[in-house]
């Protein structure tokens, strides 16, 4: 379907239910108007009121836990694509160089922030505290390249990386922002340093340390976290191998799919619960199905077996107990044990905040970074939003977070 058949597909309703939908709070309805009058660059504009990430968040939303799931046409039928409409105009937009400009009613403060972290949520922060009108944002960030999970969390093969470079790029270039790569909060920089030099400071490092299951022979060598092994690519020799993924989101989907195409001869995906509650999108499930993953559903992982390397995992087969209206939750059936042969088993079942980071700020009662309802946390002046702060982790979420912290240390300042 054409970008034009799609949009028309769009009733234009006043409800903008989709609008609700967004984390980011787009005004889908009134940009996808401009689309289908063929006037691009207004489409583009209204997205900016809101985002700077379309051509991003377009791609890899989950749509139909946004904005698609609340689109009126998906009660009878397929929802709106809002997604390829969005990032249509996001690509559009950089393609004919249409500039970000700031927002006109606010009044330019003389002052300096230091942004952290330069994933979806540091990135909107810095766009946001500049189009506001803060005289100077430094991004800082420990890799060689900016993006984040953008760049090493999410596959190639979803999103494209030269797609993130030319989204970055234009938001520095039009915005003005200043770039520093290679510098580590921890190691090469500390708070209290940044302290003397900036007037604010926003944290946004992201939490992408894999989380454990806690169960016997986790420590076999064999045994790897889903994140680490996408972040830093040091995967071992899964050519003709069997490899078992334990969890059912995002990370488990991409570790299963990525290692496939590595040349894993058999990739089980091992989930607790039923397919129907997975947390990963239908069409991730789908398209791992087609590429050849195996999913092992209702099925929990209880040990893991091997002499000096992993052989083999144990497994226990579970059900489902109603729980209230929640999602419900899974209990072991007990004597149904038995063990599948592998060679590598991937913990894919969460992340978390690396410990040894950010002692010197309060965490909350799941080891994130504490913040109040304006973004901030217990130290005076220092902020922090996204994964970090245990914002729902996906990339609309984070980046909204960011361009709410913006604005509360913008009003912050001006408060003095
Ligand atoms: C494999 C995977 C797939 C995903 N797929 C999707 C998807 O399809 N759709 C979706 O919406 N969400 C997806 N998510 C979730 C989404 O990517 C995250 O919620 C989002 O990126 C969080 O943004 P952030 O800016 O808070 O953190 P991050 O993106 O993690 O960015 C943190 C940045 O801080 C830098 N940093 C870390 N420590 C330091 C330090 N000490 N000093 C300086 N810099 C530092 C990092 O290098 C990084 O650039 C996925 C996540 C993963 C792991
Ligand atoms: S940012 Fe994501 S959720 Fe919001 S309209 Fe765009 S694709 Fe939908």
Redesign the pocket.
Known sequence: MSIKEKSSYCLSCKSKNCMKGCPLSNDITDAIKYVKEEEYEKAYNKFLETTVLSSI?GR???HTK?CQGSCIRGIKGDAVDIGSIESFVGDYGIQNDIKITNFEEYKKIDKKVAV?????????CAATLKRLGVSKVTL????N???????????EF??PKDIVDSVYQKIITDLDIEVKLR???????TIENLMKEYDSIFL?????TSSKMGIPGEELDGVYG??EL??YKNFPDFKNKNVVVSGG???A???ARTIKRLGADKVYVVYRRAEEQMPA?KI?IKEAKLEGIEFVFLNNIVKIIGKDKVEKIECIKTKLIENQGERPYPVNIEGSNYTIDTDYVVM?IG?KL?ND??TEIKRNDWGKIQIDEKYRTNLNGVYA?????G?????????N??KEAAKSIYEDLING
Not at 140 to 143: Q, V, Y
Not at 385 to 389: S, V
């Open positions: 968040c890899i939303c989950p946004q952290i972290g330069s994933g979806p949520c540091g990135i909107t800082l960030e420990k890799k390249y900016l993006g984040g999970l953008l760049v090493h969390g999410i596959p979803r999103l510098i580590e909060l921890g190691k090469d920089i946004a490092i992201g939490a992408n889903g994140n996408l972040e989101g995002n990370v989907m991409d570790t999108e991730e894919a992340s690396d980071v950010l939003a996204g994964d970090l702060a914002v729902k982790s996906t990339v609309a979420y984070a980046s977070s960011g």
